[in-house]
C-alpha cells in the first residue's frame, strides 16, 4: 500500500523561505515521477514541480519558475520542495503526488498520479 506524508507546512511571511517535505512507503520512490500540486480555497488543483522518474530531470509551473527546487532523497525515500521568495499568492494547500505510469507530456496533469498525500498549508502573509 502507496503512503504520501507531507510535511513542513506553516504561517510565514513574504519573502521567507520554507521546506516541504513528503515521505513515501509501500513503493521505491526513486522510480517514479513525484510532484508537487497545490490548492488555494475556490481554484482547482495546480502543478507546481516535478522531478522525472530515475533522473535529475525537472519541470516547474511558470508561476514558481527561479523561486523552487524539487528534489528527492532516494535512501530517505522523501522528496522535497524548497520554496524561496514567498509570496501570498503562493498560499495553499501543497501535495505529494507520484505514479510509475506518468507519462513526460502529461507531468503537469493531477489526473496522471494515482497516489497522493494528505497535503501540508503554506499560508504566506504580506
Known amino acids: 500500500q502507496v503512503q504520501l506524508v507531507e510535511s513542513g507546512g506553516e504561517l510565514v511571511q513574504a519573502g521567507d523561505s520554507l521546506r516541504l517535505s513528503c515521505v513515501a512507503s509501500g513503493v521505491t520512490f526513486s522510480r517514479y515521477t513525484v510532484a508537487w500540486f497545490r490548492q488555494a480555497p475556490g481554484k482547482e488543483r495546480e502543478f507546481v514541480a516535478a522531478?522525472?522518474?530515475?533522473?535529475?530531470?525537472?519541470y516547474y509551473a511558470d508561476s514558481v519558475k527561479g523561486r523552487f527546487a524539487i528534489s528527492r532523497d532516494n535512501a530517505k525515500n522523501t522528496a522535497y520542495l524548497q520554496m524561496s521568495s514567498l509570496k501570498p499568492e503562493d498560499t495553499a494547500v501543497y501535495y505529494c503526488a507520484t505514479d510509475p505510469g506518468v507519462i513526460l507530456s502529461s507531468i503537469k496533469s493531477p489526473t496522471m498520479y494515482d497516489y497522493w498525500g494528505q497535503g501540508t498549508q503554506v499560508t504566506v502573509s504580506s
Open positions: 522531478l522525472w522518474r530515475n533522473t535529475r530531470n525537472t
